[in-house]
Nanobody, 123 residues
Framework: QVQLVESGGGSVQIGGSLRLSCATSGLTFNRYSVGWFRQAPGKEREFVSTFSWTGSIFYADSVKGRFTISRDNADNSVYLEMNSLKPEDTAVYYC?????????????????WGQGTQVTVSS
């Protein structure tokens, strides 16, 4: 069975950094695109970043230059390094995987989801 497990969330001050991990199992990792989404209280889930199985990388405009996605095929994991964190980055962060998508930024195109990890940025 497919499982995605996020870790690495926590509370940081403005300008701080966190590194999130998404460990996957039960899927043919090198044939799946894996992305990150986030959802803040009162807001819809939004796209953050995706690392496709072909090697393409995509970022939301709100995180470009601050976040870096990476992929380790040896341990079937995807990572999200978050730097220069802002209060608006506060959200539950989810990793998600899909074999096919028409729009990498559309959450409904992803078939498998983790339970999420909380990121809180404060002063």
């Amino acid at each position: 069975q497919v499982q995605l497990v996020e870790s690495g969330g926590g509370s940081v001050q403005i300008g701080g950094s966190l590194r999130l991990s998404c460990a996957t199992s039960g899927l043919t990792f090198n044939r799946y695109s894996v992305g990150w989404f986030r959802q803040a209280p009162g807001k819809e889930r939004e796209f953050v970043s995706t690392f496709s199985w072909t090697g393409s990388i995509f970022y939301a405009d709100s995180v470009k230059g601050r976040f870096t996605i990476s992929r380790d095929n040896a341990d079937n994991s995807v990572y999200l390094e978050m730097n220069s964190l802002k209060p608006e980055d506060t959200a539950v962060y989810y990793c998600a995987a899909t074999r096919f998508y028409t729009d990498y930024a559309r959450s409904v195109d992803y078939d498998h989801w983790g339970q999420g990890t909380q990121v809180t940025v404060s002063s």
